[in-house]
């Protein structure tokens, strides 16, 4: 079963920038999509973004976008997120989460979407 492996995480201050990575450990596992998403205490998990390998289209929520980027290193197997400009808000636990399907933008920030995840990363803003 494919392994999803979170690293990047930490604290920073409102304003700066952290890169999550998800390492994916089974190659030949096949991914169509993966995605990123976040969970702050008492809420909900939520969708932050969304790649689609085989179109090359990304999603993003819209508390995000602009600030966020996600982006992959097929030569590592290896998933990014890039964050800018973080806001106390965006503190959550980021987990990494792969499809063997496509996506499209109603279901592609859809937690249910995705079968396999990775443990997660704390990120924590201060303001």
């Known amino acids: 079963q494919v392994q999803l492996v979170e690293s990047g995480g930490g604290s920073v201050q409102a304003g700066g920038s952290l890169r999550l990575s998800c390492a994916v450990s089974e190659y030949s596992y096949s991914r169509r999509s993966m995605g990123w998403f976040r969970q702050a205490p008492g809420k909900e998990r939520e969708g932050v973004a969304a790649i689609d390998f085989g179109t090359g289209s990304t999603y993003y929520a819209d508390s995000v976008t602009g600030r966020f980027t996600v982006s992959r290193d097929s030569g590592k197997n290896t998933l990014y997120l890039q964050m800018n400009s973080l806001k106390p808000e965006d503190t959550a636990i980021y987990c990494c989460?792969?499809?063997?399907?496509?996506?499209?933008?109603?279901?592609?920030?859809?937690?249910?979407?995705?079968?396999?995840w990775g443990q997660g990363t704390q990120v924590t803003v201060s303001s």
């Open positions: 989460a792969a499809s063997s399907t496509g996506l499209y933008r109603s279901i592609a920030l859809v937690p249910s979407k995705y079968p396999s």
